[in-house]
């Protein structure tokens, strides 16, 4: 699992717009404590670099695994910027949503703890 934050201006509502013109498979509106978020689903990418004694190669780039992410907004009046919980599996069998969704309601009030603390 990836937790990352995206600090830009990007609203989680915005954000759900655009998945409307791109590749987005299995998009899911829901909130998560009091704040917007989204579902969604997409393949990673993989690529192979062998950096044996043979002087390095790599392979092409491949479509990878399929990815599941939780994208949750940084507040409840989604002003922008959020947090994604990401999870993958190499077999393609991810996790079902509410255990993502599990992980996202024990760790944001953690994080966001963090960041009035430091802020």
């Known amino acids: 699992m990836e937790l990352s934050a995206t600090y ?37 990418m993989k690529i192979q670099i062998d950096l044996g004694s043979g002087g390095g190669s790599g392979g092409p780039v491949e479509q990878g695994p399929l990815a599941r992410t939780l994208t949750v907004a940084f507040d409840a009046e989604d002003r ?31 994080i966001t703890q963090g960041a009035r603390d430091r802020g």
């Open 80 to 110: 922008g910027g959020s947090y994604d919980f990401t999870v993958w599996s190499e077999s393609g069998a991810l996790p079902d949503d509410n255990a993502l969704l599990g992980i996202a309601e024990a760790v944001l009030p953690r």
């Open 8 to 44: 830009n201006k990007l609203t989680v509502d915005q954000y759900r717009d655009l998945t409307a013109y791109g590749d987005e498979m299995y998009v899911k509106e829901l909130t998560v404590l009091g704040r917007p978020a989204l579902f969604t689903s997409d393949h990673m």
